[in-house]
């Protein structure tokens, strides 16, 4: 039985993809920012903070017990807000990037030769507005960060997948005309459900595939959450 980690529940995606883990008998410790206990999460759902990074270590380590890691699955980013001259989000959008950066870290040695490092990346790529830096400056981070895990990790697969995000001022949700305007872009003419996303991580994660390591693969327009 192999154990896989979720780093951030990941919405629709996230929960559709720990369903098809579990359905292959492996198991699953997720992290979340939100409040627990709740009924909402399954018993292996632990607390991770960006802004408390070291509070959170301990207790993953005990959910993880003395387990190596066949993947680590990264959903977390912060809040993606829309700026307005005054709002000011941009100072904190990449202060917890380090503590991404030290939680990979400390996980390093439970992954062994072949293990799966999966990024999902919020695309924000098909987003004309302004406003959006911050944003963009957490996506770009994300994209060196795959880079260097993947030049610099030997026997680690690193691979991510840009789905569509696009942030609204409190919420990344997409208006219907948002919604309409992308999904008539694609092939099908529709945007990928989450399970189709969560099917392809799955595909990835249990593959063993080095097919696309080092590799960001873009979805044809999908949720991100």
Do not use: C
Request: avoid cysteine; proline fraction near 7%; hydrophobic fraction near 40%.
């Amino acid at each position: 039985m192999d154990t896989h980690l979720l780093v951030g529940s990941g919405g629709e995606t996230g929960r559709s993809l720990a369903g098809k883990l579990a359905k292959e008998g492996h198991k699953l410790v997720i992290t979340t920012h939100r409040l627990l206990p709740s009924d909402s999460f399954p018993s292996s759902t632990i607390q991770w903070d960006f802004y408390f990074p070291d509070k959170g270590k301990a207790a993953l380590d005990k959910a993880l017990g003395p387990d190596s890691l066949a993947s680590i699955s990264l959903f977390a980013h912060p809040p993606f807000r829309r700026e307005t001259p005054s709002s000011g989000t941009r100072e904190g959008i990449l202060s917890p990037f380090s503590s991404l950066i030290s939680l990979l870290d400390h996980l390093h040695p439970r992954l062994a030769t072949g293990s799966l490092l999966l990024f999902f990346v919020p695309s924000l790529s098909r987003h004309r507005a302004d406003g959006y830096l911050g944003p963009r400056l957490w996506v770009g981070a994300l994209q060196g960060l795959i880079g260097e895990w993947s030049r610099n990790r030997e026997g680690i697969l690193v691979t991510g997948i840009e789905s569509l995000i696009s942030p609204g001022r409190s919420t990344p949700h997409m208006t219907p005309e948002m919604v309409e305007r992308v999904a008539g872009r694609t092939s099908r003419g529709r945007l990928a459900t989450a399970d189709e996303i969560a099917d392809f991580a799955a595909w990835l994660i249990l593959s063993g595939s080095p097919l696309f390591h080092g590799q960001i693969l873009q979805t044809e327009g999908g949720p991100y959450f």
